[in-house]
């Protein structure tokens, strides 16, 4: 079992739709709980994160972290075409070795 | 106040010939991660460094690859007598000693390497 999977996709939506981005992972030792944004030929960006359990916002985009059932989950509201992009999870346990996600490629459409 | 710097940007070689991979981290960072990533393929992690240590090349394939982070200068992956599976993008990042702050980590542009 890969200790963090993601459906890669390709998930497309309208302009304007409620995107959900999911990641299970089997590691119960991870704390931090990252987001990254990659753009089609660029280097990933941090886009946010949580600590533990929980659900943090920023923005048009949620962050929530169910530690019981080791599930995360992003969520973008009002999502834009500039929102197209590749969306990896990234858990760790405080040390430096960070485990990426497939990611998940979203497409907005106008 | 510059981010991860990765040159060059784009990098052809020809089987069996050397490449070398630079990255200078983000200033106030002395910790760089080397990543690889195969088109819609996500980041595989191969080697994590301080200056003048490996800390981490578990996810370095055991020939041909080194990595190193001198005192001076920047990041360099080398990669020797290349081969048409190398054909990929690397991307470095880098971050905080472990311990500071959330572990979160800035990536550079990456340079995609071609094999022909």
């Known amino acids: 079992q890969k200790e963090v999977e993601q459906d890669p996709g390709p998930l497309s939506v309208p302009e304007g739709a409620i995107v959900?981005?999911?990641?299970?992972?089997?590691?119960s030792a991870f704390q931090y709980f990252m987001w990254y944004r990659q753009y089609?030929?660029?280097?990933?960006?941090l886009l946010m994160y949580t600590y533990s359990s929980?659900?943090?916002?920023d923005g048009r985009f949620t962050a929530q972290v169910d530690k019981s059932s080791k599930y995360i989950s992003l969520f973008i509201r009002d999502s834009q075409p500039s929102d197209s992009a590749t969306?990896?999870?990234?858990?760790?346990?405080?040390?430096?070795?960070?485990?990426?996600?497939?990611?998940?490629?979203?497409?907005v459409k106008a | 106040n510059a981010g991860v710097m990765q040159n060059p940007r784009h990098l052809v070689r020809r089987r069996g010939q050397e490449a070398r991979l630079r990255c200078?981290?983000?200033k106030g960072h002395s910790h760089v991660y080397w990543y690889r990533q195969l088109p819609e393929e996500g980041l595989k992690f191969m080697v994590y460094l301080q200056k003048e240590n490996i800390i981490d090349e578990s996810g370095m394939p055991k020939e041909r690859f080194s990595a190193e982070f001198p005192k001076e200068g920047p990041s360099i992956l080398r990669i020797q007598q290349v081969v048409r599976g190398d054909s990929a993008a690397y991307f470095c990042a880098s971050s905080l000693p472990q311990?500071?702050?959330?572990?979160?980590?800035?990536?550079?542009?990456?340079?995609?390497?071609t094999v022909t």
Not at chain 1, 40 to 45: A, Q
Not at chain 2, 99 to 113: H, I, K, V, W
Request: proline share 7%; hydrophobic share 25%.
């Open chain 2, 99 to 113: 311990g500071a702050g959330s572990g979160e980590q800035y990536f550079g542009p990456g340079t995609r390497l």
């Open chain 1, 54 to 57: 929980g659900n943090k916002e």
């Open chain 1, 87 to 107: 969306y990896l999870c990234a858990p760790h346990t405080g040390g430096f070795k960070t485990i990426f996600g497939a990611g998940t490629r979203l497409f």
């Open chain 1, 20 to 27: 959900s981005l999911n990641c299970t992972y089997s590691n």
């Open chain 1, 40 to 45: 089609s030929r660029k280097g990933p960006e």
């Open chain 2, 24 to 26: 200078s981290p983000m």
